[in-house]
């Protein structure tokens, strides 16, 4: 057998640079999209915000490249170029500043300990902790790691450190956290709680207090009370000193406001996005005829860039405005009464903007919406249709004769919380009040919907 190179000649789909910035720049949220073109303002010189240009209306894209075109061709006189002072300088202000819960570790463990090695396992320890404050490492991986020969030691210093505030923190699994927490503290009936802990957790997290209280020998309700104790523990001990993400904070891309005169209106949210154009010193430099071949090549390469930057902002602007459009004249039941989603999937969408579904998905992606009923994601409003029996109600509410699967999730959402606890709804009950409702839900598309809600089953609600 030889190895050969041979030549073939195949066919496949390239996407040009102009399209690629294109679908980047569509993917991009508002907070995404203002540090995008402060990136691509500091890597072209040719770009710059026009301060003198109002937000009061979006130009299409064929204004934008007739503005461009224009300019380039009857550009004014090269003036001077511009300069600017640092008068405005912004005040000092202290800067605050929040321990991690990794420092307050490291600090109760210099205050325990002083010998070198220990103090290197544990901060390495520290070090390994996951989001929740659990270690996922073993002594025995930590004691070959940093090539300590007794892996007692590494026990001990991790014993140590369990001991640590937040009580709980550096456990191996639950069992272990929910131990320390136990022991740390001080507990009525603490032998008790620990026995269950260590010996039934398993059957206590599927609210077995019959079996728990037949091998312990105990009435039921005793149980209960024991399981609420335990309950009211913290199985994530970082939970309360990780740092709250700034990801909190919504900035919508589309805003729908309700207008009394004209009804409800659809606008492109432009907050902290400036307007931007060419900038008119090397537009000029262009026009020069010394100018040479290497620099003229440069300043048109970056031209055309900037060009293509600012016309894929404004056709992201145009594609998330109509996008918006056909979402309120779809949804228009639910902004005006609060009445039932309709059904509505991309393809509906792509069909009546004239676009790919593959835009549609790229453009709602990571985007949210402000509308008169409140700030949703706006994949909220796209699900799937489920058939309704016609002439019936849910029928009635909504338009060909399709329900949306949010809607049924919400209906399931609502009988669950006006459920008797003493008598939970199973799966099964919920299928008949449906069926009942004439929605035509299969059993296992309900308990597909209750565990997309993070709802458990019927008998572990039970109270």
């Avoid at 001991?163 to 272990?176: C, H, T, Y």
């Avoid at 969408?349 to 700030?375: C, L, M, W, Y």
């Amino acid at each position: 057998m030889s190895t050969q190179l041979l030549p073939r000649q195949i066919q496949k789909p390239i996407l040009a640079p102009v399209m690629q910035q294109s679908i980047e720049v569509l993917l991009l949220n508002l907070t995404e999209l203002n540090l995008a073109i402060e990136q691509e303002m500091q890597n072209n010189p040719l770009l710059e915000i026009n301060e003198e240009a109002t937000l009061s209306r979006e130009r299409s894209l064929e204004e934008i490249t007739a503005s461009v075109n224009e300019l380039l061709r009857h550009a004014p006189s090269p003036g001077h170029a511009q300069h600017f002072t640092d008068d405005d300088i912004l005040e000092e202000r202290p800067v605050k500043t929040e321990s991690s819960l990794e420092d307050i570790l490291l600090r109760q463990l210099r205050v325990e300990l002083n010998d070198p090695l220990d103090i290197r396992i544990g901060e390495y320890l520290i070090g390994n902790l996951d989001e929740d404050g659990y270690l996922k490492t073993t002594c025995a991986e930590v004691s070959f790691l940093l090539g300590v020969q007794d892996a007692g030691r590494v026990e001990k210093v991790l014993s140590l450190i369990q001991g640590f505030e937040p009580a709980g923190i550096a456990s191996r699994d639950l069992r272990e956290c929910l131990l320390t927490q136990i022991r740390s503290g001080v507990h009525p009936r603490k032998e008790l709680l620990v026995r269950i802990i260590a010996e039934h957790l398993e059957d206590l997290g599927h609210k077995r207090f019959q079996q728990i209280a037949r091998k312990m020998a105990m009435p039921v309700e005793e149980i209960k009370k024991l399981a609420g104790m335990i309950a009211a523990l913290e199985p994530k001990p970082a939970r309360n000193y990780r740092p709250v993400r700034s990801s909190i904070y919504i900035y919508p891309d589309v805003v729908i406001r309700e207008d009394k005169e004209n009804g409800y209106r659809v606008e492109v949210s432009r907050e902290g996005v400036p307007q931007l154009r060419i900038n008119a010193y090397y537009r000029n430099l262009l026009k020069r005829a010394d100018l040479n071949d290497r620099d003229r090549e440069f300043i048109l390469e970056k031209f055309r860039n900037a060009v293509n930057f600012i016309k894929s902002v404004e056709q992201r602007g145009q594609t998330m405005r109509r996008i918006a459009g056909y979402l309120l004249e779809r949804q228009k039941a639910f902004f005006e009464e609060g009445g039932p989603l309709v059904p509505m999937i991309l393809k509906d969408v792509a069909q009546a903007i004239g676009r790919n579904e593959s835009t549609v998905s790229r453009a709602i992606h990571n985007k949210f919406i402000d509308t008169p009923r409140g700030i949703f994601s706006i994949k909220f409003f796209f699900s799937q249709g489920i058939p309704a029996t016609a002439g019936s109600d849910a029928a009635s509410a909504a338009p060909h004769g399709f329900v949306a699967s949010r809607s049924v999730k919400d209906e399931i959402h609502n009988l669950i919380t006006s459920e008797d606890k003493r008598s939970p709804l199973s799966d099964q009950d919920i299928h008949l009040y449906l069926m009942r409702r004439d929605m035509q839900i299969a059993r296992r598309t309900i308990s597909k919907y209750r565990q997309a809600l993070r709802i458990l089953p019927s008998n572990l609600r039970k109270v």
